[in-house]
Each structure stands twice: as structure tokens, then as C-alpha cells.
């Protein structure tokens, strides 16, 4: 049975370097990241009171970032990669300053956190090409995403 | 024996004639009908489109792009409406590639034509749409021809990878390639294609107008970002049957309504400009030269789409006339109390301010 990590780990190789993979991998994996933030908005909306929901959004956003600091630093990422990363983080950011009214920006009043919370997930849904990060990294942020 | 290999039998069959699939064509059965309109969708599938409405349902962009342009091929009598998807690579246990594209001929509101293909497998861009084109083509010399793009941004710059499983690369360079060789049938002018519909993020860019300006007169495009609950192609059915109105102002009042609906449905910014080349077509080619040389002067990897009128540099170059601007600001973030667009996006680095140095 020694042979078997050797064969798990070619296996993984070969299901990462075809292309039909590892590209529906990727998708897969930003599809996991939106799917995130939806749940974060549903949980918003069902929340009675807005010092609960402003919660809901503050922690979401902020385990998101959390992660992304973690897969940011870890080895193995390239330049461009944090350079993406940065970005979203960046975005990430502004949101939980204009949720809180921190570093120039008026806080979100308690009528429109719903709204917020549907901006917050529709900025990560444009029609550009924002995210090229690997499918190794991105599948990491999802794993930690997950665990988390 | 014989019992004990049938259903292996029967399920090879059934692989068989499921393979065996081919186009569904109806011969003798096409309309005599007049054609006035020629529309060409092309959908792109072949990467991340889920997207989530306010209520938290999912969606694929590109299928809800491909349902209504359906129900408009079905609703359109003296049109004919080809659609072209392009989906992720598939294959058969590992080792078969199964068709990845969906090509649709409708006419007179009929469907005829629904065959699989390989939409990457041309020497050229859109090579197996232009010959899928030019076969079943019956539009009149004085027919309007009008392209929908659905899709991602497509790479100003240079090519590089645009779809997810597939690896040939892809810019707007190629895009207009691609589109010169669809529409070379009947070929009556230069600008072939009336109407160009791009529902895509960043498609009102000084280069993607540049590009696309030799191919159509009528550009709408977004020049910022765009959700991708996508541009709606349904409103074109009513306007369409309302001829007397002419087609500039159609496409206006198209651009209009669709402005409208995604003003409704979103939070973010809608930016969506109807560009007329001909107003400023004489001015294309200085303001191309001032934004490629701004991109000189960054010397860095351009990340960031921001309005032109913010760099004092590009500015003095950019046309108003003739382009008619869309613009509801995003109702949070930096730029909500934005006021108004120029209508023309440009491409900056990530840590450039608005004001670019000198």
C-alpha cells in the first residue's frame, strides 16, 4: 500500500491540470464565496432587530477578511495573487467602515441595512474579470471558509 | 447468458443514440416570410456567472441570458434570430470531449435549427458561428442586424485566458475579428452591424470603442461596472414591432428601458451608454492615442476602471456628442454621491488616486 499516497497525490495532479477540472474547480469555488455572502444577506433580512443585523454583517465580513489575511500570507502565493487578494480585502474594508461610520463614511442608518446587505453581495457579482486568483488559492480561502 | 447481457445491451444502445444526437432541422418547413431583422446572441457560459437576486434565489447568468433570448427569437415574426452558447468544456468519462456549444436558428418565431458544436475548436473566433451564419442567413439587403454579447469583460490590452475550461485566449481585438468574419455575408458598408448590445462590465472603454467602432455605428456598452443580472433583451420584442419610429431611436429608447430595469433590481451602479460613432468618429483616433499613451506613462498593470473626466490627461479628448449616458450612482460605497458619468471608463492601476501625476 505504499504506493497509494504517490497514486492519490498523481491523481490530484492530473484532476488539477485538466483543464475541464480544474476550471469548473475555480468556478466551483468563487460559486462557494457568493454563496457565502447570499447566506449572510438571508440571514440579515431575517433578523428582527437592526442591532442584529448589523451584527450578522459585521461578523461575516469580517471572517471573510480574516481569511483572506490567512491565505495571504501564506507561501506559495504569488505576487499577483496578493495584489487581488488586496482588493478584495480593500472592498471588504469600506464595507465594514460605511456599516459602522468609521474613517470618513456616515453609518449605514438602521432602515437601509437590508439594502446594504444586498449591495454587499451584488458587488461581488459584476460582469468582470476580478477574480484571477489560482484555483489552489481560491480553493484554499473556500477550505478555510468552510472551517472557519 | 443472453438476459445476463441485455440491459448491458440496452444501456450501450441508449449511450449510442444519445451520442448520435444531431441537429433538430425540419426541412420544407421554413417560412417564406419576410426577414427585417437579423439578431445574433452569443452567450458566454464558460465561467463564473451564479449570481443571487434579492431574495436570495440563484441564478446562472448565462441561462437566464439564453432564456429570454428564446422568448425572443419565439415572439419575433419577421425577424430571424440565431443564439449561440458557448458552455464549459465536457467529456465522456474523462477521455470523449462531448459538443460544448448550443446553436439555435429560429425564424418567423419558429425554432428550426437546434445543433451541438464545438465552440472553440475553429482555426478562428466564432469560426464555426460565421459559417453557422452564412448558411442560414436569409435576412433582406435593407434588414437591421443587431448583436447581443453576454459575457465577462473581454481583456482590453492583450489576449489572455477568458474562459474558465477552455485555454485559447481572448481580447477584444479577437472579439472584433470574430465579429467581422460572422457578419461578412451580404455585406452592403463598413459598419455591418447596426446595433451592438455588450453586456459585459467595463465594454465603454476608449479601446473597446475604438475597436468595435468599424463594425457599428450604434454601441451600447457599460462603461463601469455591470451586474450580472445582465442587460435584458426581452424590451426589444414590443419596440421592434413598432416600426415607425426608426431604429436610432429604438435602440434609444431600448437602452432606456433596460437602464430602468436594472436600476430596479440593483444597488450598485448602473452606468449604460448608447454610443453613435458617427457624431464622434473623427475624434476616435486622438483619444485612443491619449489613453494608450496614459497607459505608457502608469507603466503598471492597469486594475482599476474609472471615469476618464478624473484624469485631467485624457479628458479634453473624451466626445460627449453622441453619446447618451444612463447613470444611477451606487447607493453605498465611495462613489454614491456621484453625480453624473462622462460615459467613458479607463483602465488605472490599483493604487492610482483619481488624479493621476502629471
Redesign the interface.
Known amino acids: 500500500m505504499r504506493w497509494l499516497p504517490t497514486a492519490l497525490i498523481l491523481s490530484l495532479a492530473l484532476f488539477i491540470s ?3 477540472y480544474s ?2 474547480a ?2 466551483k469555488a ?2 462557494t464565496l ?2 457565502y455572502l ?1 447566506q449572510t ?2 440571514e440579515v ?1 431575517n433578523a428582527d432587530l437592526s442591532a442584529e443585523k448589523r451584527q450578522i454583517l459585521n461578523e461575516s465580513l469580517y471572517k471573510l477578511d480574516n481569511v483572506m489575511e490567512t491565505v495571504e500570507q501564506m507561501p506559495g502565493v504569488t505576487e ?1 495573487e496578493r ?1 487581488h487578494i ?2 478584495y480585502r480593500n472592498s471588504i474594508r ?2 465594514t467602515d ?1 456599516l459602522n461610520g468609521r474613517n470618513g463614511y456616515k453609518a ?1 442608518p438602521d432602515t ?1 441595512l437590508d ?2 446587505s ?2 454587499v ?3 461581488f ?5 476580478r ?1 484571477t486568483i489560482s484555483l489552489t488559492t481560491v480553493l484554499l480561502i473556500v477550505i478555510i471558509l468552510l472551517l472557519l | 447468458m443472453l438476459e445476463k447481457v441485455k440491459p448491458f445491451v440496452l444501456l450501450g444502445m441508449a449511450v449510442l443514440v444519445a451520442c448520435s444526437y444531431q441537429n433538430r432541422i425540419k426541412p420544407g418547413t421554413l417560412s417564406k416570410e419576410p426577414v427585417h431583422y437579423s439578431l445574433v446572441f452569443i452567450i458566454h457560459g ?3 456567472y ?3 437576486d ?1 431574495r ?1 434565489n ?1 441564478y446562472r ?1 448565462d441561462e437566464q441570458a439564453l432564456e429570454q433570448a428564446h422568448r425572443v427569437a419565439d415572439s419575433l415574426r419577421d425577424a430571424e434570430v440565431f443564439i449561440f452558447h458557448q458552455k ?4 465522456f468519462l ?1 477521455l470523449f470531449p462531448q459538443k460544448d456549444g448550443q446553436a439555435y436558428y429560429y425564424r418567423n418565431g419558429k425554432l428550426f435549427i437546434h445543433q451541438p458544436y464545438f465552440w472553440t475548436r475553429s482555426d478562428s473566433i466564432l469560426g464555426f458561428e460565421s459559417q453557422f451564419f452564412a448558411k442560414h442567413s436569409r435576412l433582406s439587403k435593407q434588414g437591421r442586424r443587431l448583436l447581443f454579447y453576454y ?3 473581454i ?1 482590453e490590452f492583450e489576449p489572455h485566458i ?6 485559447k485566449p481572448f481580447s477584444i481585438d479577437l472579439f472584433r475579428q470574430g465579429l467581422t468574419s460572422l457578419f461578412k455575408k451580404g455585406k452592403q458598408r463598413d459598419n455591418n452591424i447596426d446595433g451592438i448590445i455588450l ?4 465594454g465603454g472603454t476608449p479601446a473597446v470603442l475604438y475597436a468595435l467602432s468599424p463594425l457599428s455605428h450604434l454601441l451600447l456598452a457599460s462603461p463601469g ?4 443580472s ?1 442587460i435584458d433583451s426581452e424590451p426589444m420584442i414590443s419596440l421592434l414591432h413598432q416600426k415607425s419610429n426608426g431604429f436610432k431611436r429604438m435602440m434609444h429608447r431600448f437602452s432606456r428601458q433596460v437602464f430602468i430595469n436594472l436600476t430596479k433590481r ?3 451602479p448602473v452606468s449604460l451608454v448608447l454610443y453613435d460613432t458617427n457624431q464622434f468618429e473623427f475624434k476616435l483616433d486622438s483619444l485612443m492615442t491619449a489613453y494608450t499613451d496614459r497607459q505608457k506613462v502608469f507603466n503598471q ?1 492597469p ?1 482599476r476602471c474609472i471615469d476618464c473626466e478624473t484624469d485631467p490627461k485624457i479628458k479634453p479628448y473624451l466626445p460627449s456628442k453622441g453619446v447618451t449616458v444612463f447613470f444611477r450612482p ?5 462613489s454614491k454621491h456621484k453625480k453624473q458619468h462622462s460615459g467613458w471608463g479607463c483602465w488605472v492601476p ?1 493604487d492610482r488616486s483619481l488624479t493621476p501625476p502629471p
Do not use: M
Open positions: 485538466n483543464p475541464v476550471g469548473d475555480s468556478v468563487e460559486h457568493r454563496n447570499n444577506n438571508l433580512k499577483a495584489e488586496q482588493a469600506e464595507k460605511e449605514v437601509q439594502a446594504f444586498n449591495y453581495v451584488q458587488d457579482e459584476q460582469a468582470d474579470s477574480i | 464558460d465561467g463564473s451564479i449570481y443571487h434579492i436570495g440563484t447568468a464549459p468544456k465536457k467529456s474523462v459575457g465577462h469583460q481583456p477568458y474562459h474558465r475550461s477552455h485555454r453586456s459585459t462590465c467595463h461596472t455591470l451586474h450580472l445582465h440593483t444597488e450598485t498593470r486594475v451606487s447607493q453605498f460605497g465611495k490599483e
